[in-house]
């Protein structure tokens, strides 16, 4: 059974309650790291280049939630936009990496420990967000290039070539991520709380 629409209203609403200062820091960061990673396109030893943005973007987005991934994705892609000179991309950026972002958490949900089912959770998570970049970005391909560039577009999908590295990578990077340092899969429980918390002082001052 799915969530009911209020539930995910209800949900959404807690959430944006706990947004605070730790959750505009990892944005801050993360937002730095995909520009960074944006602008500067890797060779590929088997040939083609590509860039390691999106991995930042879900990889955040399985540690700390879509909204703060998301968030980080769309201003970060943003600046790179603007810095590349591409202006035309930039106003379509933070929804689409946003879009992306959203999905890539929402299917991860809260990991709490790495074992095969938490893993095969992780790399649906990151194909689900990959296919929200492309759906997202579709209809702006077709209202910028036109429709064949919409095709080639939706194409990679079915023929990542070079983008498939940051598929792979991100799983990998996310895991270690969690091995490392175990209490980055703490903090998406700790939103809870503070959606609880600031849930009740909401309630307290209306009553």
Known sequence: MGV???????AVKLRLLAFDARDVSLVSVFSALM???TLYAVPLPFGGLTHFGNTVMWTASILFGGLVGGLAGGIGGMIADLVLGAYIWAPFTPFCKLASG????LVSGEIKSINTK?????IFAVISGAVAN???YAPVY???IGPGAMLLWLGRFFL????LVTYVATPIITIAVMRVYPRAMTYRSSLKDRARLKSEQERSRTE
Do not use: D, E
Request: proline share 14%; glycine share 10%.
């Open 35 to 37: 520009a960074v990673t």
């Open 102 to 105: 959203l999905v890539c958490g």
């Open 4 to 10: 009911p629409p209020l539930g995910i209203l209800q």
């Open 142 to 144: 077709y209202f910028i």
């Open 134 to 136: 492309l759906l997202a």
């Open 160 to 163: 990542p070539g070079p983008a």
């Open 118 to 122: 938490t893993t095969v959770k992780i």
